[in-house]
């Protein structure tokens, strides 16, 4: 990590305009997500998160899909913006696949009856941090990303396209890139409404 977290925690935003400048080459984006995979907590240590890292014409296949499925649904009029939307997150050097392995959320459930309804709440909330892990990676490399959610509609087509196990229930898409244009500035709620300091 070139900053330290805190920096890196700070530095993390939500960027757009990407580009294919090779700013890190895939065997670096490689290892940094499977260090978040691997790093990153899961509930009773269950690892039910599994990651797809799409290269190039790989991830351009993704935002086909997208595409495809956005023109079925969005009216004809409208279909410009949304076309250029998905050519920005398209214009990067990948995309990131985050999924839970629907298998092993349902095996918790089964076998620890006491937490059953907690374990779907629990898979979302480690694959959330999971999220923020790669995502804060990518940018301390000097990469931006931003977080989607194309699912459900694109999940049909990805697992026609890629033929990833059924259980595998995609969450969130992370398209990254080389930077084009820095993240504008960011409003923030006073802490003091959000946070509470009992004791100490
Ligand atoms: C759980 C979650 C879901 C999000 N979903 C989307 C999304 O579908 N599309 C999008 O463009 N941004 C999405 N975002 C990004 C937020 O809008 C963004 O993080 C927030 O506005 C703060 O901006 P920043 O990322 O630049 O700090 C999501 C963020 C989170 C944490």
Do not use: C
């Not at 026609?160 to 923030?188: D, R, Y």
């Amino acid at each position: 990590m070139a900053r330290n977290f805190m920096e890196a925690v700070e530095n993390r935003r939500s960027i757009y305009a990407l580009g294919r400048r090779r700013v890190a080459d895939p065997g670096r984006i490689q290892e940094l997500v499977s260090f978040a995979l691997k790093h990153v907590p899961s509930p009773f240590n269950s690892q039910s998160a599994r990651i797809v890292v799409l290269f190039g014409i790989e991830s351009n296949k993704f935002w086909t899909i997208a595409r495809d499925e956005l023109r079925k649904i969005v009216p004809a009029d409208a279909f410009a913006a949304t076309e250029e939307k998905i050519a920005s997150f398209d214009a990067g050097l990948g995309t990131i696949l985050f999924f839970e392995d629907q298998a092993i959320v349902e095996g918790l459930m089964n076998k620890f009856s006491l937490y059953k309804d907690n374990f779907p709440i629990w898979s979302l909330q480690s694959n959330g941090m999971l999220e923020f892990a790669v995502w804060t990676m990518l940018e301390d490399e000097g990469l931006g990303a931003s977080l989607q959610h194309y699912n459900p509609l694109v999940d049909e087509g990805v697992r026609k396209a890629w033929n990833f196990p059924a259980s595998w229930k995609l969450l969130a898409e992370m398209p990254f890139g080389s930077v084009e244009t820095p993240a504008g500035t960011k409003e923030f709620l006073p802490l003091a409404e959000r946070m509470k300091v009992i004791g100490g």
